[in-house]
């Protein structure tokens, strides 16, 4: 199985996983994009959207990913959020979208060495798109996550024999300029 390394922009905090990722996509809803304002505007923040106003994930099995370095923190965009933002707080690099209870782990693809980063396979949520921009039609552009989408996220955990682990659990909350 191949290995990836990932880092954050400064490396002290990083991603190894293993093998490919269990799908590819360009996540166009509302929550990755009100984050996306919010990690930029942490100190040293950066936008990772793409060129569509999305952003590209590549997802893997939690099984597969191993986190190392120091300084973890997690963003939720309310305190009941059962989604989190991974950060990693050295240089503020968003490290990855965990949906807690879940498998798989959406790690962005802005985290991939230049030139390196695997292409979206589509883009979904796109019914959440405010930008009136036509999206290019290179790839699927559903407007929310497709039978198809879910079979694959299904099938990975089969073969995890449905067991669920953690990453970086208990994270404290990242400190936020406008959110103290
Ligand atoms: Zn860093
Ligand atoms: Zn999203």
Redesign the pocket.
């Known amino acids: 199985m191949s290995t990836t390394h990932l880092?954050?922009?400064?490396?002290?905090?990083r991603f190894k996983v293993e093998g490919a990722p269990i799908l590819t996509v360009d996540c166009q809803c509302t929550s990755c994009r009100r984050a996306a304002d919010r990690i930029a505007a942490l100190p040293g923040g950066a936008d990772d959207r793409a060129a569509t106003g999305g952003l590209p994930y590549a997802l893997f099995r939690k099984d597969r990913v191993t986190a190392t370095g120091e300084?973890w923190a997690e963003m939720r965009l309310t305190a009941k959020s059962p989604t989190r933002r991974v950060i990693?707080t050295?240089?503020n690099?968003f490290m990855a979208l965990d949906f807690s209870k879940g498998h798989w782990l959406s790690v962005p693809t802005a985290r991939w060495p230049d030139g390196q980063a695997p292409a979206p396979e589509l883009r979904t949520m796109c019914k959440d798109r405010t930008d009136p921009a036509p999206l290019p039609d290179d790839i699927p552009n559903p407007g929310t996550h497709t039978a198809a989408f879910m079979v694959r996220l299904v099938a990975a955990w089969a073969k995890m024999g449905f067991r669920s682990p953690k990453i970086l659990p208990d994270l404290p909350a990242v400190k936020e300029p406008d959110h103290v």
């Open positions: 880092s954050c922009r400064c490396g002290a905090c300084g990693a050295c240089c690099t």
